[in-house]
């Protein structure tokens, strides 16, 4: 009787995979790529992000259970965050067999700038850094290049389900365009244009609505004294409302700065996992500390 058990179990995954097609083990550093997988290749992968919510980037490093998902798994999608390049090595050698798809590579990307207030309390960029904005998933237009990788890799795996990879990214895409206009209508008459961020983390995202994010951070550290009055300064004289802060890191120094200009201090989560909605509601809250209203 087990025995029989047993090859029935074996034949219903038989018929199952057949019917469902190949389920693809992936893995992902962030939660915004774990998302775009999953819209795209709906139950025909599992998707497993190393950076749990609420994780700080940072500081991650990989637990026990992570050995055992990295192991299983077939495809490795690679944004360009910092702890990825830290830790891939140490993910390739625990499964040489893994297939890393750097979804950076097919994009423009922009080196990080070092944006501060002079003495003069005017904005000034440092662009010397060789360094590339790793955050290429707060742009729409990047993201619409981004899905084509990943379509074209679960094509090249699995494909006889290829018209359906098809239907899924341009149902996206409709999604994504339709995101953008709105977006753009929410920028739209604006006199202001500065918003200052803990971390610079949404500098393709001003750009391509026309905005200027002016980060707390100085070239990835925190400000000098001299710095912070500078910036506390310029917040003044252009009537700044508000410091937008990332849920992962410590709030501190944000609340401090937000005391002395009689700001808010709101998050925008650049690690949100639903990035559709996530992206929507951040630029209401931006645009909405540009035009000096409440919340």
Request: hydrophobic share 40%; net charge positive; with cysteine.
């Amino acid at each position: 009787m087990k025995v029989k058990i047993f090859f029935l179990t074996i034949f219903f995954i038989c018929i199952g995979n057949l019917v469902f097609g190949k389920n693809i083990n992936v893995i992902t550093g962030i939660l915004p790529v774990k998302y775009f997988v999953e819209r795209i290749a709906e139950q025909n992968a599992e998707v497993k992000c190393l950076i749990p919510p609420g994780a700080n980037p940072t500081t991650f490093d990989l637990k026990p259970s992570d050995f055992v998902t990295i192991k299983k798994a077939d495809v490795y999608f690679v944004i360009g965050v910092p702890f990825e390049r830290i830790l891939e090595k140490k993910i390739k050698d625990i499964n040489s067999d893994l297939k890393i798809i750097r979804l950076y590579s097919s994009v423009k990307r922009i080196k990080m700038k070092s944006i501060y207030v002079n003495k003069d309390h005017r904005l000034k960029e440092n662009n010397d850094t060789e360094f590339f904005d790793p955050h290429i998933w707060l742009s729409p237009t990047l993201v619409k290049i981004i899905l084509m990788d990943i379509r074209d890799l679960f094509i090249s795996i699995d494909p006889e389900h290829m018209d359906m990879y098809n239907k899924n990214y341009l149902e996206f895409k409709k999604e994504i365009d339709n995101l953008d206009k709105d977006l753009i209508d929410i920028f739209s008459n604006l006199k202001n244009k500065y918003f200052i961020v803990f971390h610079p983390s949404w500098g393709y995202f001003a750009k391509e609505y026309g905005l200027v994010q002016i980060p707390v951070e100085v070239e990835g550290k925190t400000p000098s004294p001299r710095e912070l009055a500078e910036l506390i300064k310029f917040a003044k004289q252009k009537n700044i409302n508000t410091i937008f802060v990332q849920p992962q890191f410590s709030k501190k120094l944000a609340k401090l700065i937000a005391q002395r200009i009689n700001a808010k201090v709101v998050e925008i989560d650049p690690l949100a996992e639903n990035w559709l909605v996530n992206l929507k509601e951040v630029g209401k809250k931006i645009s909405q500390s540009l035009k000096n209203k409440a919340y």
